[in-house]
């Protein structure tokens, strides 16, 4: 789904609201779990699950040995027991 997309969703739930609010406060958002994920911490969504980002120095091997050591990013999401059975019970097309 693009930012786009989720905007226009959540303004159609929220008719009293502008596109322009809803995108503030997702841009506001977004920028808080940045923030937050940069720190280290990680971002729990309730009913959805829970986001971080994790880091790893590694010493480099092979081809990549003169580069030393080597950062590895990544993101990890892990999904609440509620989230992963409805995932579950969805048909597979």
Do not use: C
Request: proline share 4%; charged share 35%.
């Amino acid at each position: 789904m693009y930012h786009r997309d989720v905007i226009a969703k959540i303004a159609r739930r929220l008719p009293h609201r502008t596109q322009r609010d809803v995108a503030e406060v997702v841009e506001i958002l977004t920028e808080v779990w940045s923030e937050e994920l940069m720190k280290g911490k990680e971002i729990i969504v309730p009913e959805i699950g829970r986001l971080s980002i994790e880091v790893q120095n590694i010493k480099a091997g092979g081809a990549l040995e003169k580069h030393g050591w080597l950062r590895r990013v990544y993101g990890r999401f892990r999904p609440t027991p509620a989230l992963k059975q409805r995932i579950q019970e969805v048909e597979i097309e």
